[in-house]
């Protein structure tokens, strides 16, 4: 399994429902939000990403009862900081967005999967899927909760 398909599954984990956002001030190395597409990219992205959640076995569970709206939206904001973008997201952290949900390492890889087939379906480079993943990487701990 590639190292962008571990870590993008944080990603798609890192929904905080109740959280809020703040546009600010692009940072100064948005190159990466850039590369996405800045927000518009985002969107596009996130709107792929909810439709292949949901078409896919592994995950529609998580998903299918859950404002996928808000998802979606905390998900472009999430993305958006990450990047560089001029977004800030404000809320609960990881671990208390996800401490009533059961995910596994299984759960955790197969929606890095789905994250994949968004980026690429979207032309977004390789090398750009991996600078995203690897800002989303250290949020494993606080998402996988259950062996």
């Known amino acids: 399994m590639k190292l962008a398909t571990w870590c993008a599954v944080l990603l798609l984990w890192a929904c905080p429902f109740g959280a ?26 996130m709107d792929d990403f909810m439709r292949r959640l949901l078409a896919d076995r592994r995950m529609n ?11 979606k939206d905390q998900l472009v904001v999430q993305i958006c900081e990450l990047t560089g973008g001029p977004c800030k997201l ?27 087939q968004s980026m690429d379906a979207q032309g977004i ?12 990487a250290p949020m494993h701990r606080e998402i996988v909760n259950t062996p």
């Open 61 to 71: 569970p998580f998903f299918k009862d859950v404002n996928q709206q808000q998802v």
């Open 20 to 45: 809020s956002a703040q546009v600010v001030a692009p940072t100064a190395d948005d190159a990466l939000y850039r590369a996405f597409g800045g927000q518009d990219g985002l969107v596009k992205l």
């Open 90 to 116: 404000k809320g609960p952290g990881m671990r208390q967005v996800h401490d009533n949900i059961d995910i596994t390492r299984a759960d955790f890889n197969a929606l890095v999967e789905v994250l994949q």
């Open 125 to 136: 480079a390789f090398t750009d899927q991996n600078r995203l993943l690897a800002k989303l």
